[in-house]
């Protein structure tokens, strides 16, 4: 590392807390990827749906199915299959496809939005959306779907699988809290995990961390 390097590492960790500093560590040892801890069975959605309904999708965030994307005021369309891959059109672009606020347009049907989640949980095993802060938004949409009526199908299959993987992720973001940037990051991250720990119960989620 040159001198000039050192120096201005050295004035940027300064102002560093040490957690933040612990937590850039971690994010560059350990890069994300879908969490192995899996629960014994789907948690038992307890929450009950609100009185006042959830907000629409924000105007910047729209789909099409089965795989056009309107999202920033960019337009991708991948045809027939989600390419959740997909960094072309930038981090924050990418951010926001795994985000899924997009399926709280209320013009959506309870089948392609279902569809999609179902796609993601299979084909999705790694990569960007299991950033900390992608998947702390989608751990809130996915609770807001479940909770609307008739915003996801009936099936107690497919519902049973977005349960069990709203366990895996929130499990996977408990371990890689945005401690390396704290304010609104981390703030998310929180928020997630305590609608998580309060909309559901069973399958060990008493005993995880968010709810010390």
Not at 100 to 113: H, N
Not at 133 to 138: D, N, Q, V
Not at 157 to 163: E, W
């Amino acid at each position: 590392m040159r001198p000039r390097s050192v120096g201005r590492f050295l004035r940027t960790v300064g102002h560093l807390r040490a957690r933040q500093i612990s937590g850039q560590l971690r994010q560059r040892l350990f890069p994300p990827g879908a969490s192995s801890r899996e629960p014994p069975r789907p948690p038992n959605l307890v929450a009950t749906r609100p009185e006042v309904d959830f907000l629409p999708a924000p105007p910047h965030a729209r789909v099409e199915p089965p795989a056009v994307f309107r999202l920033l005021h960019r337009e991708v369309d991948f045809g027939e299959r989600v390419d959740w891959d997909f960094r072309g059109e930038g981090p924050l672009w990418a951010y926001h496809l795994h985000q899924f606020d997009y399926l709280r347009d209320p013009s959506l049907s309870a089948g392609p939005r279902t569809e999609l989640v179902l796609d993601w949980i299979a084909r999705h095993r790694r990569g960007v959306g299991w950033d900390p802060h992608p998947t702390s938004l989608r751990l809130l949409s996915w609770t807001k779907l479940l909770l609307g009526e008739g915003r996801l199908v009936t099936d107690a299959g497919a519902r049973a699988r977005v349960r069990t993987s709203i366990a895996r992720q929130a499990a996977h973001l408990a371990g890689r809290l945005e401690t390396h940037l704290l304010a609104n990051h981390y703030l998310s991250n929180l928020l997630a995990l305590a609608v998580v720990a309060t909309a559901f119960e069973g399958a060990g989620l008493a005993a995880e961390p968010w709810e010390a």
